[in-house]
């Protein structure tokens, strides 16, 4: 005990010391920063310790300290510390002496009043220092010392129950005609019990003090305390019935001996407190011998409830005293981790501040109480989804990065996430690491911060509540662009790489959503350049497996693969590159389930590859007569008069070979006689050619009847019917954000020069050989015959 007072000693002398370099310190950064007529306010700032830390509440570097225009009390102050004991004793005797004064007085007497006056006068001092008492913001983790905040802080307290807990109630319950509701309220004063709890909690934590002794102390004022309590209201209830029905009471009917207690209120003051902490006591332990016992109703209900409560303090009692026999907990576990710390901090000289930063880091997790999985482990699989789901999906849904995600996707991510909790100023990742963790904040407030080359650092964004980090270069596979720390205490959810990753290999088609979610956004922020670059890149390449996929699918014919592509956003219209489209690919194979699916979701039926071939031909050559009529019905390329690279229509090609039925079936689908090739010859020039009169005249009467049908049209009308129409645009294709400027529709003329400058005609543009024309897929044109009907085509530099 000796060896211990010893130690204490040695730390608070250690204290003193440090308190008073800290002075000088201060002193010397007044002088510096040359306060000149703030002399009063230094020597009170010397005296009282009335530090200023920074004008908005920041700290200040280097340990340099100014002073501030307001008098505010650092709460590490000796002075301070010292009027915290003081009042500390006070609250005590508030604390033993309320209950009393309600059960034993009917008014104070005279060598009490006194007392009461300079307790109250005390407490009212505390009350008015409070609001200069600077605090250390639990969030930001930064001393306030703004006496707007301070004063605010304190008004939605304790403010209106500390002020209350000062009026001096006896003096009012005298001018009142003693009027027994105005003695109730002096039960308010016991609010100051509460600078008994802080005290115990304090000494708990107080390393430099044994824990088993602190918490013994504690238990055994606990009990003292309720058993004081009880022996007042025990006596309190004797003295609420008139003076006449006394002996109706446990005291008045109380007979000791030959010691009776009939006139209980002329018994000496602590003989009757004496007694009824006796009575309070062998209740609470339940062992009474009946000397003592309840005798009217109201005594019996408050025995009863008594009783009970003291079932609960019992257990509470044991519980405490179990924990200090059986190690392992938490407060356990903090002791020893502060004392390792500072038998580090004492082997290197470390200073006060840098002790106290420690404290209040490590002490931060055992003062919160969240969920930790392993409190759950041992839990059925189906309650833990349960809980997981009610605590982590309001949260998670709420993630923009899952914006549009599918209902399966958020439950996987919600069943594999875990809680994670940081203090204020703890760097989560550093710039420039590997990320093996995506996290969504749940409560708090943190930043991004750039660190340059030298040391200077740059704050990027600030990231609340439903923000992610760490997704950019999970998904991405980059190391960590920004260094993320706290800046508000935090609650995350964190859900490690390889999950993430499972989750995203079955869920693939939420995947692109989510590219597209990060990418949003982003564009527009200078900041964000080059993690916009890696992010487009990393789409175009996921774009490029999907487009990769698809063609795999429909040519191993698996449907349900090919499915779930398209529903992940995959392109049915991506070419590979000789230019064949899934389409393509599908009817070569002879996949004819996979073809109506295709069709059913909107794929380009009429889209040719590099060599001009059409899914519809590509079947027709293959003999896929199943496949070429699903073709059929959903083409519109496949017009009567199609003409081919020498303008040569179906009917002509027909006429040539004297085929009467095939010209005949032409005709009666409105094939046009009038139509002419490249050398000018039309169908009707090639029956004669053929000799065929039967077809000859079949041709004759069809070139009559398509006359008087379209009587008032000249020949170059009729001409211009059975050509092709082309749509030119002013821009390059692939610049689709220009799609809304106005094209231009013509008729595709014999040579491509002639398109070009109609082109620049109804374009108003100035002519000039260093453009050309292309198609979607940057193809320049060399033939108009390449030109099919309702083509688009782009007029662009060459140097494009």
Known sequence: MRSEIGRRTMVEEEEDREDERRRKAEDGAVKEYGVGDHGDLRRLGKRWGALDLGLNGDKVSNGKKGFSHGFIIHPRNRWYRAW???????????????????????????????????????????????????????????????????????????FILDLLACIPWDIIYKACGRKEEVRYLLLIRLVRTRKVLEFFSKMEKDIRVKYLFSRILKLLVVELYCTHTAACIFYYLATTLPANEEEYTWIGSLKLGDYSYSNFR?????????????????????????????????????????????????????????????????????????????????????????????KYHLQLPYDRTHTDSADLKDLPTSIRSMITETLYKPHIEKVPLFKGCSLEFINQIVSRVHEEFFPPGKIIMEQGSVVDQIYFICHGKLEEVVVYEGGPEEEISILNPHDSFGDVSILCNIPLPYTIRVQESCLVLK???????????????????????????????VHMKDMVRDIKTHIGFQDAQLSLRVNISVYNGDLFELKSLIRAG???????????????????????????????????????????????????????????????????????NSKDYDLRTPLHVATSQGSYV?????????????????????????????????????????????????????????????RKKCTVYPFHPWELKNESKYGVVLWVPDTIDELMKTSFDHLNLEFSTSFCIVTKDVGKIVDVNMITDGQKLYLITMEA
């Open 570 to 640: 995959a392109d049915p219209n991506k070419k590979l590159f000789d230019g064949r489209s899934p389409l393509h690919l599908a009817v070569s194979k002879g996949h004819e389930d996979i073809v109506a699916f295709l069709i059913h979701e909107g794929v380009d039926v009429d889209i040719s590859d590099n060599f001009g071939n059409t899914p519809l031909l590509e079947a027709i050559k293959r003999g896929y007569d199943n496949i070429a009529s699903l073709l059929i019905k959903e083409s519109n390329s496949l017009m009567i």
């Open 495 to 525: 859900l490690d790489h390889q999950s993430f990753s499972n989750i995203l290999k079955i869920y693939f088609h939420d995947k692109q959503k989510i590219l597209n979610n990060l990418l949003e956004g982003k564009e527009s922020d």
């Open 266 to 358: 002329d018994i000496d003051l602590w003989k009757r407190y004496i007694t009824s902490l006796y009575f309070a006591i062998i209740t609470m332990a339940t062992v009474g011998y009946g000397d003592i016992h309840a005798v009217n109703l109201r005594e019996m209900i408050f025995v009863m409830v008594y009783v009970l409560f003291d079932m609960v303090l019992g257990a509470y009692l044991v519980g405490n005293i179990t924990a200090l026999v059986v190690k392992g907990s938490k407060r356990e576990i903090y002791r020893e981790r502060i004392k390792n710390l500072l038998k580090y901090m004492d082997r290197n000289r470390l200073g006060r501040d840098i002790r106290d930063d420690i």
């Open 84 to 158: 915290e004991k003081f009042i500390l004793l006070w609250a005590m005797y508030s604390s033993f002496f309320t209950p009393m004064e309600f059960g034993f007085f009917r008014g104070l007497p005279n060598h009490l009043y006194l007392l009461d006056i300079i307790c109250q006068t005390l407490f009212f001092i505390d009350i008015v220092l409070q609001f200069f008492i600077a605090y250390r913001d639990i969030d930001t983790e930064k001393m306030i010392i703004n006496p707007n905040l301070i004063s605010l802080r304190y008004l939605q307290s304790h």
């Open 662 to 722: 095939v010209a005949k079936l032409l005709l009666e689908s409105g094939a046009s006689v009038l139509s002419k090739d490249r050398w000018g010859n039309t169908p009707l020039d090639e029956a004669r050619l053929s000799g065929n009169m039967i077809l000859m005249k079949l041709l004759e009467e069809a070139k009559s009847f398509q006359m008087l049908e379209f009587p008032s049209c000249s020949q170059e009308t009729r001409d211009k019917m059975s």
